[in-house]
């Protein structure tokens, strides 16, 4: 990162995922990318992510597993006199990794509970209809940083 003074901690990366609730996951496949917003759950820098049981997000998967994930906010415009000193404050994650399609009702279960333990701290219960109509995608990070300017 070419300006060092804005870095996060791992903690501070760690705090600030826990506190969001939207990513945008990066995909490509034959030199075409595509990125798209989704909620999440995060757990042990893994990502939990559920979609539907076909799109697009899953044909590109099945072709390319390599992802990129990232996560801004605390989005703050800082006005000035002159353009040149209109600024923004924000804080960003940026992680890259590998995506899997979870298959077993097991491991769906586990992710569903991370992605909705991002949202509440009930325990909840899904019925076999609702679980037999989701797919969710595990991402396990191999690298991520963070920037701050506030």
Known sequence: MRRKEKTMTTEAIEAFIKNENILRLALSVDNMPYIVPLNYGYKDKTFYIHCALEGKKLDMLEKNK??????????????????????????????????????????????????????????????????????????TIDEMTGKSSQ
């Open 66 to 139: 390599k992802v990129c994930v990232e996560i801004d906010g605390s989005h703050q415009l800082v006005t000035g006199d002159e353009a040149c000193k209109y600024t923004m404050k924000f804080t960003s994650v940026i992680g890259f990794g590998t995506a899997e399609i979870l298959s077993s009702p097991i491991d769906v279960k586990e992710g569903l509970d991370i992605l909705m333990a991002q949202f509440s701290d009930m325990p909840f219960t899904y019925n076999e209809k609702a679980m037999a109509k989701v797919k969710v995608i595990k991402v």
